[in-house]
């Protein structure tokens, strides 16, 4: 009896500290996974800790892709010129006709610069002015011209001269004299004529031909390309 007695007390005693050392352990497990990496672990973390496998990132589909996208620049307006005459325009038109149908002439009002005027300061009224013009043609200078009408009436112009440094040698001349002039562009209207047409096809495809019409064409002057300008007033020719 008294030997049943011990062996109890001794199974009893051993399962509470087994019991004990079972729950520690447990315990210990947990705080590691959790708490060791001063953290919160992501979904993806934990399912290792586990041993369990990650499912592969979800990758987003590439754009699909525009099967009837054109290539940039296949379709636009050019233009050849400008043509001083209409008639030199349409002699190049009917070579360009031969490879491009469309092909039209059209026209255009621009300012261009047309030499440089050689002026004398404007009067303050036209009997002023009349006295400077006799005073500048008792000097000997014969080139003179009264302007009496518009913004410059008052002025006596010089003469004009193509180029700039043409009219600065005037001006040191009549320095001389003690005549005292002014150089002033001289901006005038011009009517243009040019070639124009609206290209749908390669770029690559357009340049041969413009070479192909030049070298069977070495007569004619044909000018390059350029892109339509956007916002021009157009006409046709």
Not at 31 to 48: I, N, Q, T, W
Not at 112 to 129: Q, V
Not at 160 to 166: A, H, L, N, Q, S
């Amino acid at each position: 009896m008294r030997f049943l007695f011990y062996f109890l007390l001794i199974a009893n005693v051993s399962f509470f500290f087994w019991s004990l050392g079972h729950r520690d352990t447990k315990r210990h497990v947990d705080v590691k996974s959790v708490e060791a990496s001063g953290r919160l672990l992501l979904r993806s973390e934990v399912a290792d800790t586990r041993g369990e496998i990650q499912s592969p990132p979800t990758e987003s589909p590439p754009p699909a892709r525009i099967e009837n996208e054109l290539p940039a620049g296949e379709a636009g307006c050019y233009r050849m010129g400008p043509f001083a005459e209409t008639a030199e325009a349409r002699r190049v038109l009917a070579l360009v006709k031969e490879w491009i149908d469309r092909a039209n002439l059209t026209s255009e009002s621009s300012e261009s610069l047309d030499g440089y005027w050689l002026l004398y300061p404007k009067a303050e009224n036209m009997d002023e002015a009349k006295g400077n013009r006799k005073m500048l043609m008792d000097k000997g200078i014969k080139d003179v011209w009264l302007i009496d009408k518009g913004e410059m009436a008052g002025t006596i112009s010089l003469g004009i001269f193509k180029t700039r440094e043409e009219a600065e040698t005037e001006v040191v001349r009549l320095s001389k004299l003690n005549v005292r002039a002014q150089i002033r562009p001289r901006i005038t209207q011009a009517e243009t004529v040019w070639i124009q047409f609206v290209w749908e096809k390669s770029p690559l495809e357009l340049d041969e031909i413009m070479i192909q019409l030049r070298g069977e064409n070495p007569e004619v002057s044909v000018p390059p390309l350029s892109p339509c300008p956007s916002a021009s007033p157009q006409r046709p020719a």
